[in-house]
């Protein structure tokens, strides 16, 4: 794990690339930040999390990462012990961690629940929509409650490394950093509820036929494995819905519970 701080004094403000070894765009923006080094009003702490996996280009070692928190300092695997160190060096800031997805161009933001980092620094983002995970077991809420994970777009794409560094500097602005950012303020930013994952049988080819954030009525054809239809049981918002995403899941649903104003 590399960690560079900007300005002086104990940094209350963290940014994380990497905790995903094979998502580069959050990688390029936090080593972006490392090397222009900009003037901050509050010191910020960057992070690059799990460096081994980012010089294979696999999204971890031995374990899901973002999904070994709080982790063990004497952990048996690799990300469980950093997983724990993580935890220590961001644990009482305020973080933004940054992502990327097989399922989504655009932005958004996924909290734990909405609380007042969610409601104060998301409309100030370019996100196009906020997702309240709720107790998300072994991710990064578990040891930094105050995070916001971005997915910046499309794993390995070049807009997703410009939207990560975008969003990162519209973040340090939110967060006091860079108070002379202009950044968004948007007035009726939707925000959904994770709910149920959409379940995928084995198969060779697989395809999703809905759009996300999109509602989808019951009955509705939502994607096929290997021609077989895959159908709605009930009303619902798809979310990190995507073909080739996930091994287990085509992504999941969701409900539209509200909006944000900035």
Do not use: W
């Amino acid at each position: 794990m590399r960690v560079e701080t900007l300005g002086d004094g104990e940094p209350e403000i963290a940014v994380v690339g990497g905790i995903h070894g094979d998502e580069p765009a959050g990688v390029e923006a936090v080593e972006h930040f490392m090397e222009t080094r900009p003037d901050v009003a509050k010191p910020v702490k960057l992070v690059l999390a799990n460096e081994e996996a980012i010089e294979r280009g696999v999204r971890y070692v031995e374990a899901d990462l973002n999904r070994s928190f709080p982790g063990r300092a004497d952990g048996q695997s690799h990300e469980v012990r950093l997983a724990h160190a993580l935890g220590e060096e961001v644990g009482d800031c305020l973080t933004l961690a940054l992502h990327t997805t097989h399922s989504y161009e655009g932005m958004f933001a996924l909290v734990d629940e909405i609380r007042d980092l969610a409601r104060e620094v998301c409309p100030r983002l370019s996100v196009d929509a906020v997702v309240e995970t709720g107790h998300a077991e072994g991710r990064i809420f578990e040891v930094a409650p105050d995070t916001i994970e971005v997915e910046c777009g499309y794993q390995g794409s070049k807009q997703a490394a410009r939207n990560a560094r975008q969003v990162t500097r519209e973040f340090l602005a939110a967060t006091g950093a860079l108070p002379d950012e202009r950044t968004p303020h948007q007035t009726d930013l939707p925000v959904f509820r994770l709910g149920d994952p959409v379940p995928k049988v084995a198969a060779e080819e697989y395809e999703v036929f809905v759009d996300n954030f999109e509602e989808v009525l019951a009955g509705e054809k939502i994607a096929a494995a290997d021609g077989e239809a895959v159908l709605a049981d009930s009303d619902f918002h798809p979310v990190l819905l995507s073909a080739y995403g996930y091994e287990d899941v085509f992504g999941y649903t969701a409900e539209r519970v509200g909006t944000l104003s900035g």
